[in-house]
């Protein structure tokens, strides 16, 4: 059992050593780039399946309450929350659109959608991401290292790894770090 924590704790290091030091000059400029939409009104949409829907859930509390700065809140809401309007679409229409019309709903021009698929090809996280893009949404797209979602995205968060949960784990890190500088940017901490 303990070669077993160990080996896990070795890869998740090793994977996001590599993520990071491959990827630091663009989570800086989206840093950037969401710092300059929440300075401007704007807002963040974030959708995703089962574990990438609870990050959604997580990242967008991050923003909302807060991450480490004593501040005002700022907007984001997770499109995975309301099981009345993800029920509703599925039935009248498809489990693939879920997350579009929530998107035709609720985002603006220069809002930013974060769509999160550790394969890169859910279905209503690239129907979702394909509309955010024609409504002239930012996408940010966070996946593995194959799919669909990496040619979307306006900046694609692809970590090289086959293993769902070592994908998901530097994608929480990601996350974080992302809402850590955003932070600090808008409220100079």
């Known amino acids: 059992m303990k070669r077993i924590i160990q080996q896990s704790v070795d890869d998740s290091i090793a994977v996001k050593k590599e993520f990071f030091s491959r990827n630091m000059e663009k989570i800086e400029t989206c840093a950037n780039i969401m710092t300059s939409a929440f300075k401007s009104g704007r807002k963040i949409l974030l959708f995703g399946n089962g574990g990438s829907a ?7 509390a991050e ?35 879920i997350f579009q019309k929530q998107i035709q709903a609720l985002g603006n021009k220069g809002d930013i959608a974060i769509g ?17 893009s024609r409504m002239g949404l930012l996408l940010v ?14 900046f694609a968060f692809c970590v090289d790894s086959d293993i769902t949960t070592r994908i998901q784990e530097v ?7 992302l809402c850590d500088l ?3 940017m808008v409220f100079n901490g």
């Open 54 to 60: 609870a990050d959604c859930q997580h990242i967008a």
């Open 63 to 97: 923003f909302i309450n807060r991450l480490r700065l004593e501040r005002r809140p700022l907007p984001a809401i997770a499109l995975t929350t309301d099981t009345s309007v993800i029920t509703s679409i599925g039935n009248d229409y498809s489990f693939d659109d």
């Open 116 to 132: 999160i698929s550790t394969s890169g090809n859910s279905p209503n996280v690239i129907k979702a991401g394909e509309e955010a």
């Open 141 to 154: 797209g966070f996946s593995g290292n194959k799919g669909r979602l990496k040619e979307l995205s306006d």
């Open 171 to 177: 994608h929480i890190l990601l996350a974080h770090i």
């Open 182 to 184: 955003t932070e600090r």
